[in-house]
C-alpha cells in the first residue's frame, strides 16, 4: 500500500457538505480541519483513529468528530464493499444558528460535547445511518432540514461513549500536524517490525530526547506507549480473522509473547486469548 500524506483543504460554500460514499480506503489519510465532521460507515471492520485514541469497530460506525481534531479515514486499508457518507458542518454554522436559537441550544450542546469525540451505536446508529445514505438524494433545502434532523436525534441520544477523557484541543499548525503525519504514516508502514526510537525521530529531524518530548506534548503519550496501542488496535483485527494470540502477536511487532499478553490485557482490559474466544463465532475476512 501507497502511504500518501495530504492536507486537507476545503472551502465550504455552503453551511454543510456531504460527501457520499467517498473512497480513501488505498490512503493514509491522516488529516484535521476547522469543520466538524459526522462520518457514517457500515459493510467494513476497521480502524477508529480519532485524536490519540484507537479503537476497532466492526460492522458499521457513526463518530462525531469535533473541530481540528486530527483524525484517520475510517476506510483506511477495508476491502470489503463498504458505503460511506461524510457530513463537514462549517463552524459558522454552529456557531450562528446553534448557539442562538433556544430551540437548537441541545444540538450546540452535542457539537461542544464533539470535542471529545463521540461514536454512536444501537438504534441511534443505524438510524442515523439510513438517514445519511438517503441524504445526497434530496434537494438542498430538505437536506438542511433533514440535517438539522439528524443532529436532533444525535443531541437527544443516550447511545454514545467519548473517544477521549478531556476536550481535544489541536494546539499545532500546519507544519505540526505534516510532521505528525509522517511519523503516523511511518508506523503505520513499520509497525510489524522492530522500530526504534532514533530512525522515527530522524524522521523529525531531532535528536531522540527531544523527540520523546515533543511526541509526548504533541500526542498525549510516549511514543513507545502509542505505538504500543496502535499494534495492539492491528493485534485485535488480526484476533477476529482468525489468527491465534502468537501469529497476531509476532505480525503485529511484538518480540516477547509475555510482553504482548500483559500489553494487551492493559489496552484492552481482558487477556488476547479472552478476547478471541469471546468473538470467535463474529470473525471478519482479513
Known sequence: MKIQLETFKQEAEGSFRLLHNPRLNDLFYWHFHPEYELVYIEGANGTRHVGDHISTYRESDLVLIG???????FDHGVRTDYKKEVLHINTSFKNKL?????????????FEKSQYGIAFS?????????????????????????VLHIFKILSKSEEYILLHERPVINRYGKKGQ?????????????????????EVAAICNLGKAAFCRYFKKAAGNTFVGFLNQYRISQAKRLLLTGKNVSEACYECGFESLSYFNRTFKKVVRENPSGFRRRHSGLRING
Open 98 to 110: 446553534f448557539q442562538e436559537i433556544p430551540e437548537l441550544s441541545e444540538i450546540f450542546e452535542l
Open 122 to 146: 444501537g438504534a441511534t446508529k443505524a438510524e442515523v445511518g439510513e438517514r445519511l445514505k438517503r441524504l445526497y438524494a434530496l434537494s438542498p433545502f430538505e437536506q438542511f432540514l433533514e
Open 178 to 198: 505534516e510532521r505528525l503525519r509522517k511519523i503516523y504514516a511511518f508506523i503505520d508502514e513499520n509497525y510489524h517490525r522492530k522500530i526504534e526510537v532514533n
Open 67 to 73: 473541530s481540528y481534531i486530527p483524525h484517520l479515514n
